[in-house]
């Protein structure tokens, strides 16, 4: 029972721009939610493709899995405004120190 509690404590640590209730916190309007949602998608199914690439080696796919990872963060916070970012940035700052 302690190990499933240490669990659920370790997983809310994290602060995901695609979740809700994320993006109500900072404030995103209905398009950039629209827009983190199909940033999310299409991230989750390029790593899926790489993933299944059997031609890969696994340093090999987790380096583009890196690359999409960090290009989707780029791509999600050029779809905040600075306000917003900001507000984004304490969020996972305060989740970090939880």
């Not at 499933?4 to 997983?11: E, G, K, N, P, Y």
């Not at 791509?75 to 305060?94: I, M, R, S, V």
Request: hydrophobic share 30%; no cysteine; charged share 35%.
């Amino acid at each position: 029972m302690l190990s499933m509690t240490m669990v659920s404590a370790q997983q809310k640590k994290a602060v995901f721009l695609h979740k809700q209730e994320t993006m109500d916190a900072i404030g995103l309007d209905q398009e950039q939610q629209t827009k983190i949602t199909a940033l999310t998608k299409k991230s989750f199914a390029d790593i899926g493709k790489i993933r299944k690439d059997t031609g890969l080696s696994e340093t090999e796919k987790k380096s583009k899995v890196s690359k999409v990872y960090r290009q989707r963060q780029k791509d999600y916070e050029a779809t905040l405004t600075a306000e917003q970012l900001k507000k984004y940035n304490e969020l996972k700052e305060a989740a970090k120190n939880q």
